[in-house]
């Protein structure tokens, strides 16, 4: 078997605050194996993101972290900063969610990857900047050399998005975490940044951690899927495990609030309610509240991830009930 690329296990963060700690994560645990692509899809905070952020060791100092991060058998939460600063941006690198604020508005698109690429290599500023305009016109910049020279404002949002992950490919990382890459593009550009993506993939092999909140995406993208909610990962399994075999009331219910060309109603159908306080969670499973499952012993226990299938988990107390039909049984 090949061993996991990146394996995170029982990972908890907390951000203390005046009213408490707000729990970001809570006992989390997946791997990743080199080469694949695992989506994290969930509502907004639902921990998708912190997740990705404590894996890039780019949270606040005061936050509480418990777990492992290990990274080719590394354990990224023992390194020291330097340690880490060698690893970030060379063996993990990260595409952020608005590359506008990401991006720094008073240098040159080509010079801040160029930056990016000296810091971990022994290389000439010409050789660099060569290497920048490549990786431009890799990742579909049109004019690479004209385009390298310009600021961060003069590019479309889409524009922005390629610069991003042209930087995040520079050093050529064994994964690259993409978190929202294409949120508040318009649809064509969305396709065009994730072939982009997937072309990327294909030239350098590596793995890749897509965060989403866009299942559609996630659908000709990923090739396994974990849903997160209220902190928790509540389901995880293959593509058509999740989209086709889903044992998990909060998974149906996200996918049941997708709008389907070929449905025959008129209404969607949203999920009631809103999300819970990462605060002051309820007690019991978080997902009680807005779901039409629940029964007695949700409001008491929260449930286990258990195994449903090869390679297939889910987290209810009803996972049993669940048909592979949609259906639930009494």
């Known amino acids: ?56 060791r780019l949270h606040p100092k005061a936050t509480r972290i418990s777990g492992s991060i ?23 690198a990260m595409i952020f969610q608005d590359p ?3 991006l720094n508005p008073v240098f040159s698109v080509g010079s ?17 900047w060569e290497r920048a305009v490549d990786l431009l016109a890799l990742v579909g910049v049109p004019e690479p050399k004209r385009r390298a020279a310009q600021y961060p404002h003069e590019y479309s949002g889409g524009m922005r998005q390629r610069a991003m992950i042209a930087m995040a490919i520079a050093n050529e990382p064994k994964l690259l975490i993409a978190d929202e890459p294409t949120t508040a593009l318009d649809v064509t550009v969305q396709a065009q940044v994730m072939e982009v993506l997937h072309e990327v993939q294909q030239a ?8 989403t909140h866009d299942l559609g995406l996630v659908a000709g993208t990923a090739d396994r899927v974990q849903v997160m909610y ?5 389901e995880t ?12 009331p909060y998974t149906r219910a996200l996918l049941d609030s997708i709008p389907d060309l070929h449905a025959t109603t008129d209404r ?57 039909n949609a259906e639930v049984t009494s």
């Open 100 to 102: 506008m604020t990401a």
């Open 237 to 248: 399994g293959g593509v058509d495990d999740i989209f086709y075999r889903s044992r998990n």
């Open 268 to 324: 969607l159908e949203p999920i009631p309610g809103n999300p819970p306080s990462l605060l002051r969670p309820p007690s019991g499973c978080p997902f009680r509240p807005r779901c039409q499952m629940a029964i007695d012993t949700c409001a008491t226990a929260v449930p286990e991830l258990v195994m449903v299938g090869e390679g297939h988990a889910s987290r209810c107390h009803r996972t049993a009930d669940i048909t592979l």
């Open 70 to 92: 290990m990274f080719q058998g590394r354990d990224l939460l023992a390194l020291g900063d330097d340690d880490m600063r060698a690893i970030r941006g060379n063996d993990v």
């Open 230 to 234: 209220a902190s928790r990962l509540v």
């Open 204 to 211: 350098t092999g590596s793995a890749m951690m897509l965060i």
């Open 112 to 128: 801040q990857i160029v930056e990016s690429i000296r810091i971990h290599q022994q290389v000439t500023k010409q050789a660099a």
């Open 1 to 56: 078997m090949t061993e996991p690329l990146l394996r995170v296990e029982h990972l908890a963060v907390g951000f203390p605050s005046k009213a408490g700690v707000v729990q970001a994560v809570t006992d989390v645990s997946f791997d990743v194996m080199p080469g694949e692509t695992l989506a994290v899809v969930g509502e907004s905070g639902s921990g998708k993101s912190v997740t990705a952020l404590t894996v890039m």
